[in-house]
Each structure stands twice: as C-alpha cells, then as structure tokens.
C-alpha cells in the first residue's frame, strides 16, 4: 500500500526558511499533479502550491507565497519537496502533501476531492 509521509516542519521564527519533504512508501505513484496544501484549525485545506509532473513540470503558487515557496521533485526518489523562505507567521498550519490526481487540470485551486492520496500533515509554526 502506497503512502505519503511528510516531514521537515517546526518552529521558526519570521524570516526563517523550512522544507518540507514528501516521500512516497510502497511503490511509486503514478499521478499528473501533486499539490502542497495548507490547512489552519476550523478551515478547509487550500492550495499553496502544485507541480505538473509530466513534461515541464510546471509549478502553480498561491498568491500568497508566490516567490517565497517553491515546490520540486525528485523523480528518481520518488520525492517531493516544498522549500519555504522568508516566512511569516500566516504561513502557521498544518501542511498536507497530496497526490495521485483525479482534476481535470493541475493548478493551486485544485480542492481536496481533487486528490486521492494525502499524507499525514506536518506542523509548521512561524513566530513574530
């Protein structure tokens, strides 16, 4: 059974820098996109950031972090990754990676029914 495992979150302070590492156990997973998601107490999971897997691997960002985050994989490891600079407290939630597509198109809008496979979150805190 293929799994997501998540990890590289913590507690930085404003500016500081994270990554986040998603990394896929039993078997290798065959999707389109794969999205990291944010997810703060009493809201749904949104979109920060999603990459095209196939081609040119094209890399979606939410407004939000556009220029500060930046999503990647390793396909030979079956890995992906979200490296987070300059933080600032709004980033604080839990982030969920998210893969084996079933959206029409890949973008940072995609919604959690968009995705079949989800990790199970690691917690990223940003002080002031």
């Known amino acids: 059974q293929v799994e997501l495992v998540e990890s590289g979150g913590g507690s930085v302070q404003a500016g500081g820098s994270l990554r986040l590492t998603c990394a896929a156990s039993g078997g290798p997973v065959g999707t389109t996109c794969m999205a990291w998601f944010r997810q703060t107490p009493g809201k749904e999971p949104e979109g920060v950031a999603s990459?095209?897997?196939?081609?040119?691997?094209?890399?979606y960002y939410a407004a939000s972090v556009e220029g500060r985050f930046t999503i990647s994989q390793d396909r030979a490891k079956n890995t992906f990754y979200l490296q987070m600079n300059s933080l600032k407290p709004e980033d604080t939630g839990m982030y969920y990676c998210?893969?084996?597509?079933?959206?029409?198109?890949?973008?940072?809008?995609?919604?959690?029914?968009?995705?079949?496979?989800w990790g199970q979150g690691t917690q990223v805190t940003v002080s002031s």
């Open positions: 990459l095209y897997t196939l081609g040119s691997g094209a890399t």
């Open positions: 998210a893969s084996v597509f079933t959206g029409l198109r890949c973008a940072v809008a995609n919604t959690r029914g968009d995705y079949l496979l």
